[in-house]
């Protein structure tokens, strides 16, 4: 599937997750400047259907955009439809999952526990999230993939340019990561030109030796 391995290449997904997404491309150009293509933008927000939709056709191919916090297959056949590149969903959600293998679309469904990343993964999703991440902490990415080495996880909560590099060291194929790139106030003050800055900042820590 291109988009996995688009999503393992650059291994950040940007979180996107506003009020509204009147912004929406603005935000996905300072993201894609920054060196992250692979954007989230989440239901939680006011059209961020809408918000793939804009993104998609005004950046191209240069730029994966997805949803999240997609809980009902409803959603996930809408977002799909719109041109959803992947749907992310915060817990096991096996409705979800089957509505993008139907559609063979990247879906990355949340857990916390061993059963629960297990029971992502036997669903049909490519990609499992742990969240909350720091909850647990990079040891236990390690000791899940101890008898669990054939997940790919996807830490998300609390990842930050500080932090990412450890997850990925501890087996983690990729990082979301929210708060720490993109909020409500930057995006509010215009603040594009910060959002590219903390976005090289992650991409450069991945990148060091």
């Given at each position: 599937m291109p988009i996995l391995d688009e999503v393992l290449k650059h291994k950040i997904v940007a979180v996107i997750r506003l009020h509204d997404y009147k912004f929406a491309v603005e935000t996905a150009r300072a993201l894609v400047?920054?060196?992250i293509p692979v954007l989230e933008f989440t239901l939680t927000g006011q059209g961020a259907i809408d918000a793939v939709v804009?993104?998609?056709?005004a950046l191209g191919d240069t730029v994966i955009a997805g949803v999240g916090t997609v809980l009902k297959a409803e959603e996930a056949e809408a977002a799909i439809a719109a041109g959803a590149q992947f749907v992310v969903t915060p817990a096991v959600r096996p409705a979800v999952i089957a509505a993008c293998v139907n559609h063979n679309?990247?879906?990355i469904a949340g857990g916390l526990t061993p059963t629960e990343l297990l029971a992502a993964h036997e669903a049909g999703s490519q990609l499992v999230k742990v969240f909350p991440a720091t909850v647990v902490g990079t040891r236990y990415i390690k000791d899940v993939l101890a008898p669990l080495p054939f997940l790919k996880l996807v830490p998300t909560g609390g990842i930050s340019a500080d932090n990412a590099r450890d997850f990925l060291a501890a087996g983690a194929v990729a990082v979301g990561i929210g708060g720490?790139?993109?909020?409500n106030r930057l995006v509010a003050e215009g603040a594009f030109a910060q959002i590219t800055q903390a976005a090289r900042a992650?991409?450069?820590?991945?990148?060091?030796n």
């Amino acid at each position: 599937m291109p988009i996995l391995d688009e999503v393992l290449k650059h291994k950040i997904v940007a979180v996107i997750r506003l009020h509204d997404y009147k912004f929406a491309v603005e935000t996905a150009r300072a993201l894609v400047a920054g060196g992250i293509p692979v954007l989230e933008f989440t239901l939680t927000g006011q059209g961020a259907i809408d918000a793939v939709v804009a993104t998609r056709k005004a950046l191209g191919d240069t730029v994966i955009a997805g949803v999240g916090t997609v809980l009902k297959a409803e959603e996930a056949e809408a977002a799909i439809a719109a041109g959803a590149q992947f749907v992310v969903t915060p817990a096991v959600r096996p409705a979800v999952i089957a509505a993008c293998v139907n559609h063979n679309t990247l879906s990355i469904a949340g857990g916390l526990t061993p059963t629960e990343l297990l029971a992502a993964h036997e669903a049909g999703s490519q990609l499992v999230k742990v969240f909350p991440a720091t909850v647990v902490g990079t040891r236990y990415i390690k000791d899940v993939l101890a008898p669990l080495p054939f997940l790919k996880l996807v830490p998300t909560g609390g990842i930050s340019a500080d932090n990412a590099r450890d997850f990925l060291a501890a087996g983690a194929v990729a990082v979301g990561i929210g708060g720490n790139l993109v909020s409500n106030r930057l995006v509010a003050e215009g603040a594009f030109a910060q959002i590219t800055q903390a976005a090289r900042a992650v991409v450069a820590a991945l990148a060091a030796n």
